[in-house]
């Protein structure tokens, strides 16, 4: 039995392959962006593949060849239950209610008037976010109903940008100042005013509905928390200065005590109901509750490494490092011998 592996600097691929290579796990290197990619596999019994959603490339396929894949008869990572939702808020709100997961809740409108009569009618403030963007972009605080109209209209006439160029580059600016970040970041994120992102290019606007998210307030963090299998571990993302958003703060805490037992077992529940393969959890609170923000397969390694331990399903909690990486080779592992009748 052999794993492929699609290798991209900076992706899970970065220690799937010592993984593999410690532990004596037959493996190739592939590309998925081959037009032979599907006789690369002839003599593989799976495809790990971890896709960045921000991609120009991968944008337009990753889903759909690891789906074929998978369809194929091999074992893929991701799968379908864990990626087909995977960077799509809207996509996200309709599978959490439909499971009744404890999901803050969200509002999607399809057509201008539908959207302009809710506005009038609700409490501000709310979140407008599109469906698409992570490490908070693409995310906004409105905080009136004039600001909900320009944010509506702008939905259902010219739509837009993919990329921020003016939220992305005070973001830079705030990471330099706090020793984050390099001035010539900075510096490419001015260029950014004139040249945007491939992914932009290729995508285009957005446009041609309306998303919003209940603001939960008086959340000074966010808690992530992200399952494997069946093991969990977390982390508290503090929110930026003067903001609201936690997500791509870098400011992150680890320690056990920043996290009860009830929210982590929340997660576990959701996972169990999504058959997934892992799923990183961000959860807010109100009333003390725990409440789904947003859901992904995908996560940054770095911010994970400094972990102080993580549970098992059943809440026993293990101390001292882990590596969640080989966790999903090994999910792999299993998933291929189920298919080839050796478990």
């Known amino acids: 039995m052999k794993i492929a592996i699609h290798s991209a600097k900076g992706s899970f691929s970065d220690r799937w392959i010592p993984y593999c290579e410690k532990n004596n796990i037959p493996y190739k290197l592939v590309n998925c962006f081959s037009t032979d990619i599907m006789q690369q596999l002839n003599d593989c019994d799976a495809l790990m593949w971890h896709f960045n959603h ?52 969200a509002y999607v409108f399809y057509t201008k008037q539908e959207a302009l009569d809710w506005a009038t009618q609700t409490e501000y403030p709310k979140v407008f976010k599109l469906r698409n963007g992570a490490g908070s972009d693409n995310v906004k605080l409105v905080r009136s109903l004039s600001q909900a109209r320009q944010l509506i209209l702008k939905s259902f ?26 001035f010539w970041d900075v510096s490419k994120g001015i260029g950014r005013f004139f040249y945007t992102t491939q992914y932009a290019r290729v995508t285009g606007n957005e446009m041609g509905y309306v998303y919003f998210q209940e603001f939960i307030p008086q959340n000074d963090s966010d808690i992530r928390v992200c399952v494997v299998g069946d093991k969990a571990f977390a982390i508290k993302r503090m929110v930026r200065e003067n903001d609201f958003r936690a997500s791509g703060s870098g400011t992150i805490l680890y320690d056990k005590k920043y996290f009860d ?24 609170y109100k009333d003390g509750k725990a409440l789904i923000v947003e859901i992904s397969y995908g996560f940054a390694k770095e911010g994970y490494d400094d972990c102080v331990g993580y549970w098992e399903k059943d809440m026993t909690w293990h101390p001292g490092k882990f590596n969640p990486y080989g966790w999903m080779v090994e999910d792999i592992k299993n998933q291929m011998n189920l298919r080839n009748g050796s478990v």
């Open 157 to 182: 006439n010219r739509g837009f940008k993919q990329y921020d160029a003016w939220g992305n580059l005070k973001e830079r600016v705030r990471l330099f100042k706090a020793g984050k970040t390099t």
């Open 54 to 105: 921000k991609g120009a490339r991968e944008s337009k396929f990753a889903k759909q060849l690891l789906f074929a894949v998978q369809h194929a008869g091999k074992a893929v990572f991701p799968n379908y239950n864990t990626a087909w939702h995977f960077d799509d808020k809207v996509a996200q709100k309709y599978l959490l209610e439909g499971i009744d997961a404890p999901l803050a809740p």
């Open 261 to 284: 037992d009830e929210t982590i077992k929340v997660a576990f529940e959701v996972s169990e109901k999504l058959n997934d393969q892992c799923m990183a959890y961000d959860f807010v």
